[in-house]
């Protein structure tokens, strides 16, 4: 069945070090692949998304790759943030499937 | 411009005790789906609806029940509640039937945390 794989956490950087989430995907068809993030005591919402094969999604300095060829969606950003610190999710559609999620801390 | 609404916040149980998570939305979207976060797992999906009168099973549905007679509410049901579901459950919507279109964001709820003693 479909899956989700996504780097263990929790992930500790300093602000404005460069971030890299792993997300690798195992899926028949061509799904979506979506990064939700998640605050603390809140429920998920969308940080981006990408619908097929070498379209990048982004929003707020966050960026991710469709990568068909090596099944991947790994989450990037060039500077974080200390309000970055959350929970970030990385999922696939058609019945949308989750990874386990991957803690982010910043130190200021 | 509510979104989607859950309830209650918190809820603690006893072992054998049933209850219902209630869940709307405002948002005329047709899909609806429930899922449990429990840590190091990540979001599992429970049950899903594809529009009113319709409901199926996702990944662990055992001991949970779900109905959806109309399309703005999508309850789910403990019919007799077992440490194992003490978990945080989190109610999701989004537009057109789910599987049209790959690319329906999903919309959560803020989430209910159960806890069964």
């Known amino acids: 069945g479909d899956s989700v794989t996504q780097m263990e956490g929790p992930v500790t950087l300093s602000e404005e070090a460069f971030l890299t989430i792993n997300c690798t995907y195992t899926a028949t068809g061509y799904p979506s692949l979506f990064w939700y993030v998640q605050y603390p005591g809140e429920g998920l919402q969308l940080l981006l998304k990408?619908?097929?094969?070498?379209d990048k999604g982004s929003n707020k300095g966050f960026e991710a790759t469709y990568r068909k060829e090596t099944t991947s969606f790994h989450l990037e950003k060039g500077s974080v943030q200390v309000s970055d610190s959350a929970v970030y999710f990385c999922a696939l559609s058609f019945k949308t499937i989750f990874g386990a999620g991957t803690r982010l801390f910043v130190k200021a | 411009n509510a979104g989607v609404t859950q309830t209650p916040k918190f809820q603690v149980l006893k072992t054998g005790q049933s209850m219902t998570l209630q869940c709307a939305q405002d948002?005329?979207?047709?899909?609806m789906s429930w899922y449990r976060q429990d840590p190091g797992m990540g979001l599992r999906l429970i049950h899903y609806?594809?529009?009113?009168?319709?409901?199926d099973q996702g990944e662990v549905p055992n001991g949970y029940n779900v109905s959806r007679s109309t399309t703005e509410d999508f309850p789910l049901r403990l019919l007799s509640a077992a440490p194992s579901q003490t978990s945080v459950y989190f109610c999701?919507?989004?537009?057109?039937?789910?599987?049209?279109?790959?690319?329906?964001?999903?919309?959560f709820g803020a989430g209910s945390r159960l806890t069964v003693l």
């Open positions: 948002m005329n979207h047709e899909y």
């Open positions: 609806s594809v529009g009113a009168g319709i409901t």
């Open positions: 999701a919507s989004s537009y057109g039937g789910g599987f049209a279109s790959g690319a329906n964001v999903l919309t």
């Open positions: 990408a619908t097929k094969a070498d």
